[in-house]
């Protein structure tokens, strides 16, 4: 590797063998956050965990996105220790069945993942199992065979090529916002509610356990390009009305500046583009993108 002059070495800051630390600044997140516009991330290195004793997925069927969501709301509340939990909306789960060849009823779904011992586990699920019978849950089913699991797993990763399928020819919109958990369930049911009510088709995912969920809007020419903006800038703003942010994963990008301005003000911009200015001062680094920098 060959430095740019004027380059700040980093990398001995952004990686720690111990555990915690609370010495200087969060260079490690500001950095990784930062989607290429304060630095250049050359070489990673990945932390591995060991594999759960025993892993159990279940695949609970709700009549409602609310029965399904506050189900989630539950399980945290109860101290359940959910290694990953997924909602897929009815239309996910009908775009799921037909690309991944499966046959759940298509009704909203979570996709819940148990690790542990095997004693563990076994009290997790009926856990999970009396909570989610008590919010109406019409199909309980659960998966320990790895060949079953990885092929659940895998459906749920090809949600978005199961999405577009659809909508033959169409392309997918992204967007994405979290909120807090306590809040999830009324903004995913207003969303739900905003999206049956356009001309819009658009599924729904999320990884509810910590209130971040996700919308492929569907379209197939420039007018509802136009509508699909319209309802991700809806979407954003109704997580940030109740305390939530424009978006979960994302990221900013050029499509949610104006978004970002909403959700920290005048102050926290102005501090994102003094440290913007003070390791980039050239603006060369992915330029036009988080935030506007007068050249």
């Given amino acids: 590797e060959r430095p740019l002059k004027d380059t700040i070495h980093v990398s001995k800051l952004l990686f720690f063998l111990f555990r915690k630390t609370s010495a200087g600044y969060n260079l490690t997140n500001l950095f990784v956050g930062s989607e290429g516009t304060l630095g250049i991330i050359t070489?990673?290195?990945?932390?591995l965990y060991g594999?759960?004793?025993?892993?159990?997925?279940?695949v609970c069927s709700f009549p409602t996105i609310d029965s399904a969501v506050t189900s989630t709301v539950e399980m945290l509340q109860a101290g359940v220790p959910v290694a990953r939990v997924e909602f897929l909306d009815d239309l996910s789960l009908e775009a799921a069945n037909?690309?991944?060849?499966?046959?759940?009823?298509?009704?909203?779904?979570?996709?819940?993942?148990?690790?542990?011992?095997?004693?563990?586990?076994?009290?997790?699920?009926?856990?999970?199992?009396?909570?989610?019978?008590d919010n109406g849950c019409s199909e309980f089913t659960w998966?320990?065979?790895?060949?079953?699991?990885?092929?659940?797993w895998k459906a749920r990763h090809d949600w978005w090529y199961a999405g577009l399928a659809l909508k033959p020819g169409a392309k997918g919109y992204a967007t994405d916002v979290c909120v807090p958990i306590s809040k999830l369930p009324q903004v995913l049911l207003e969303?739900?509610?905003?999206?049956?009510?356009?001309?819009?088709?658009?599924?729904?995912?999320?990884?509810?356990?910590?209130?971040?969920?996700h919308?492929?809007?569907?379209?197939?020419?420039?007018?509802?390009?136009?509508?699909?903006?319209?309802?991700a800038i809806n979407m954003a703003r109704r997580a940030l009305k109740v305390g939530g942010t424009c978006t979960g994963e994302h990221g900013i990008g050029r499509g949610k500046m104006t978004l970002l301005e909403e959700e920290y003000g005048p102050t926290g911009i102005q501090v994102m583009k003094n440290i913007k200015q003070s390791l980039d001062p050239n603006?060369?680094?992915n330029p036009g993108k988080i935030i506007h920098i007068q050249s």
């Fill in 43 to 47: 070489e990673a290195t990945l932390r």
């Fill in 51 to 58: 594999i759960p004793e025993s892993t159990t997925v279940l």
């Fill in 98 to 133: 037909k690309y991944s060849h499966l046959s759940y009823p298509v009704l909203p779904t979570l996709f819940i993942e148990l690790t542990g011992s095997p004693q563990s586990v076994e009290e997790q699920t009926e856990i999970v199992g009396s909570i989610v019978k």
């Fill in 283 to 285: 603006g060369i680094m």
């Fill in 191 to 213: 969303t739900k509610e905003e999206l049956m009510s356009s001309p819009i088709l658009a599924p729904i995912i999320g990884h509810v356990g910590d209130g971040n969920f």
């Fill in 143 to 152: 998966e320990e065979e790895p060949e079953r699991r990885s092929k659940l």
């Fill in 215 to 231: 919308s492929m809007l569907l379209v197939s020419n420039d007018e509802e390009l136009s509508i699909a903006k319209q309802l």
